[in-house]
């Protein structure tokens, strides 16, 4: 391989520790603007990050945060960093999933919520809705739980401030925010 080659890396990987230092921060500072809300996943913005040998990546996908006012009710306000998905090459840029979801009114959120929904509910669940445009969340039939509500996606670059996500919130959301 070329010193350029090796140069190249570096400067990517640099733009990438970078990305992941942003997302963090923006993850923190959502925290603090949502007052009255707690994170569902207490710290945790990942759980899928390999730390074995023999696999094919060792870095984060994307990164999540739940947030819900107290454990008994059904519904959460979540976001979903996706960074890159190592399934489905079509994801051209990193995205951001806001979303509310609420989840079948015999459990609680708590119970049912799973870190990443708003990520399926945009890859998996339908037909792929465009960047920035609101969408109805509704999980399969065949699916275990019931997922519904509102979410967006959103290229990550777009977003630059708290008050961007919380715009984002107010669009999609049923419920009063901060």
């Known amino acids: 391989?070329?010193?350029?080659?090796?140069?190249?890396?570096?400067?990517a990987l640099r733009a990438v520790h970078q990305?992941?230092?942003?997302?963090?921060r923006l993850l923190v500072d959502m925290d603090m603007v949502m007052h009255g809300?707690?994170?569902?996943?207490?710290?945790?913005?990942?759980?899928d990050i390999p730390y074995t040998a023999g696999k094919d990546r060792y870095m984060a996908e994307g990164l999540?945060?739940?947030?819900?006012?107290?454990?008994?009710?059904?519904?959460?306000?979540?976001l979903n960093l996706c960074f890159f998905d190592s399934e489905d090459p079509t994801l051209d840029e990193p995205i951001l999933v806001a979303a509310e979801l609420n989840y079948d009114s015999q459990s609680t959120a708590k119970d049912t919520s799973r870190a990443w929904d708003p990520w399926n509910?945009?890859?998996?669940?339908?037909?792929r809705p465009k960047l920035h445009d609101v969408?109805?969340?509704t999980?399969?039939?065949?699916?275990?739980?019931?997922?519904?509500?509102?979410?967006?996606?959103?290229?990550?670059y777009d977003v630059?401030?708290?008050?961007?996500?919380?715009?984002?919130?107010?669009?999609?959301?049923t419920v009063l925010l901060p």
């Open 1 to 11: 391989m070329s010193e350029q080659y090796g140069k190249r890396v570096g400067q």
């Open 19 to 24: 990305l992941h230092s942003d997302s963090s």
């Open 37 to 47: 809300w707690k994170s569902m996943y207490d710290n945790t913005v990942n759980n």
């Open 64 to 78: 999540f945060r739940h947030y819900y006012q107290n454990q008994e009710m059904n519904f959460v306000v979540a």
């Open 121 to 127: 509910a945009f890859f998996i669940w339908g037909e």
């Open 135 to 137: 969408f109805v969340v």
């Open 139 to 156: 999980s399969p039939e065949s699916f275990e739980r019931e997922v519904a509500g509102n979410a967006i996606a959103v290229p990550l």
């Open 160 to 173: 630059t401030s708290t008050d961007y996500v919380k715009g984002l919130l107010a669009n999609i959301c």
